[in-house]
């Protein structure tokens, strides 16, 4: 190594050195000596205290007999029985369903009609891919929904729903060719 090299190697050394220095902070001590402090503290919770809690004696229920308060009173649950049972609009529910009542009609979808011996019948695509025929008469949908006329571009459907306030209703809806679900 060159006598320059050295020189230069030494004053790098000599210059970080005293960049080093310049970092020594008087306050540092301080510091060492709270981290120690915090070190040798113990770092487990306090212990929790937990309340006494008295023993009770136990009680017997004496109204087990009664009617329970989270049902309805009788003369309520008999009403709201018959209500859903039938009443002016409600839906024969003796009758076994169909098979396109396991959709909604959101799922179904008409695909096409066709006239067979003078009567039109409805091409119904299920969700599964299957297409059904259905005529007047027949039921599809959830909410009881009944065909009640078929055109060449539309399936027009009765369906029977229930509300608190006024019963069982009837909401006509449709199924058209050009619904794109």
Not at 18 to 42: K, V
Not at 64 to 70: K, L
Not at 82 to 109: K, T, V
């Amino acid at each position: 190594m060159t006598s320059l090299m050295r020189r230069v190697l030494a004053g790098g050394w000599l210059a970080s050195l005293f960049l080093l220095t310049g970092c020594a902070d008087p306050s540092l001590s301080q510091l060492e000596e709270t981290l120690s402090d915090i070190r040798q503290t113990s770092s487990s919770e306090p212990a929790m205290v937990i309340p006494y809690v008295p023993l009770y004696p136990t009680q017997r229920y004496q109204h087990s007999e009664a009617r329970s308060p989270f049902l309805p009173p009788d003369s309520i649950q008999d009403s709201a029985y018959n209500a859903l049972a039938g009443g002016e609009n409600g839906p024969d529910q003796q009758r076994s369903s169909e098979p396109l009542e396991r959709f909604s009609l959101q799922e179904l979808q008409l695909v096409g009609t066709l006239r067979m011996g003078g009567r039109r019948v409805a091409m119904i695509a299920t969700p599964e891919g299957e297409v059904m025929t259905a005529q007047e008469g027949n039921y599809m949908g959830t909410d009881y929904g009944r065909i009640t006329a078929i055109s060449a571009d539309t399936v027009e459907i009765r369906e029977r729903v229930y509300t608190q306030q006024n019963g069982w209703q009837i909401r006509p809806t449709s199924l058209t060719l050009d619904d794109e679900r």
